[in-house]
């Protein structure tokens, strides 16, 4: 267990949102709703995080967050039936995406870079919806379609070249493009073409991206997998997170969220239990999170 700081005044603080479909929408928005079911005060200095990180499923939870929604009404939206309708399922399943990355993953002497230009050769391949009709789904996701004054980085991968890129709003890339780039899952969705690039679903690289934040001293992360998820790196995501140079703690999904969340983290039926799962666990974790952050 990561040891709280002794003082958090005058850090800089991240909040780390990491990838997992729309059951990790749906789990880190019950999270954050928990907490300030429990500890308003942990709440709000979550939210009030200095910087905000968001990959993949937690690109669109930074959005959210961005645009000054209360976290309730972000809640409900997850409960809403209207805002379900508004998703489209993928036709496809996490097992049947996996197997489009294993030969990219199991070529010998490649780079990380290089196997990610193999994934986006075969995500740029794939048959799948239309890029407007996914936009479209993005656009209804955010309740604002701005940058928000606040420090927000999403984060996606050129297809072409298979490096990270951190969207922010200096980027001169619209807010609605970055998420859709950052949530485009290879065969699942479109890469999301931005000016003459591709871009890709960040999470491909690392669900958390925790090197987008080493400017901070103090990063939480909410992860919407079990802590002992294997990685196709080799390297599992706690590791990545205790790697971080400052002080970090960590809220994976427990045993009751991933059996929550189903078997399709991308079936929008996952919404409504992943959300509930979130919140109760947040109201678990609220304590430990308090205790962390010192208030």
Not at 2 to 8: G, L, Q
């Amino acid at each position: 267990m990561p040891t709280p700081p002794r003082d958090v005044t005058g850090t800089k603080r991240a909040l780390v949102l990491a990838g997992g479909g729309l059951a990790g929408i749906a789990w880190e928005t019950g999270m954050l709703t928990g907490i300030a079911d429990v500890e308003p005060a942990a709440a709000h200095a979550l939210l009030d995080s200095d910087v905000v990180l968001g990959t993949s499923a937690g690109s669109t939870v930074a959005a959210q967050l961005g645009s000054g929604t209360p976290i309730e009404e972000l809640f409900a939206r997850q409960l809403s039936d209207e805002a379900g309708a508004a998703e489209i399922h993928p036709g496809v399943s996490v097992d049947a995406i996996s197997e489009l990355f294993l030969a990219a993953m199991l070529t010998p002497g490649a780079t990380r870079e290089q196997k990610l230009q193999q994934i986006g050769a075969v995500a740029a391949a794939t048959d799948t919806v239309a890029e407007p009709v996914r936009r479209a789904v993005i656009e209804h996701r955010l309740p604002s379609h701005d940058w928000p004054a606040r420090d927000l980085r999403i984060t996606g991968i050129d297809i072409a070249t298979g490096e990270l890129v951190v969207f922010d709003r200096t980027s001169g890339v619209g807010l609605v493009d970055a998420v859709a780039a950052s949530c485009a899952v290879p065969g699942a969705w479109p890469p999301v073409t931005i000016g003459d690039r591709s871009y890709m679903d960040g999470g491909v690289r690392s669900t958390v991206n925790m090197s987008a934040v080493t400017d901070c001293d103090v990063a939480v992360a909410l992860v919407p997998s079990g802590a002992d998820t294997p990685s196709p790196w080799g390297s599992a995501t706690i590791e990545e997170i205790d790697a971080f140079p400052g002080t970090t703690l960590a809220v994976f999904a427990d045993a009751e969220a991933l059996a929550a969340f189903g078997p399709n983290p991308l079936d929008p039926a996952c919404r409504a239990p992943s959300a509930h799962a979130g919140r109760a666990q947040g109201r678990r974790e609220a304590r430990r999170v308090a205790d962390f952050l010192g208030v």
